[in-house]
């Protein structure tokens, strides 16, 4: 099994772009599929991105599309999601999920058997 921690959350102003990473520890991490969801207050979670763990395929929610790159290192099993013009609807909790094999829908947190604890991302304008 493997154990997800993001990192790379902050406060940043409208427009700029980050970069979050979610490292993992634990098991064969280049078989893993990765995602990210987010989720604001008083929102549900929301599917953001996902990378096969070859890279090869790449996923993301039409709120993020053209905005948001997903890529990953595996030599240093880390995941990174590239965020760019950020805006106030950006600020979320940023979650990171790993699966060995997907079940379902890529798009669907239940898909995910392992999580990581979050990091906050606040868009200030």
């Known amino acids: 099994q493997v154990q997800p921690v993001e990192s790379g959350g902050g406060l940043v102003q409208t427009g700029a772009s980050l970069r979050l990473s979610c490292a993992a520890s634990?098991?064969?991490?280049?078989?893993?599929?990765v995602g990210w969801f987010r989720q604001a207050p008083g929102k549900e979670r929301d599917f953001v991105a996902a990378?096969?763990?070859?890279?090869?395929?790449?996923y993301y929610a039409d709120s993020t599309k053209g905005r948001l790159t997903i890529s990953r290192d595996n030599a240093k099993n880390t995941v990174y999601p590239q965020m760019n013009n950020l805006t106030s609807e950006d600020t979320a909790v940023y979650f990171c999920?790993?699966?060995?094999?997907?079940?379902?829908?890529?798009?669907?947190?239940?898909?995910?058997?392992?999580w990581g604890q979050g990091t906050q991302v606040t868009v200030s304008s």
């Open positions: 999920a790993a699966t060995a094999a997907a079940s379902g829908s890529l798009s669907d947190g239940l898909s995910y058997r392992y």
């Open positions: 634990g098991g064969a991490f280049s078989s893993y599929l």
């Open positions: 990378i096969s763990g070859n890279s090869l395929r790449t």
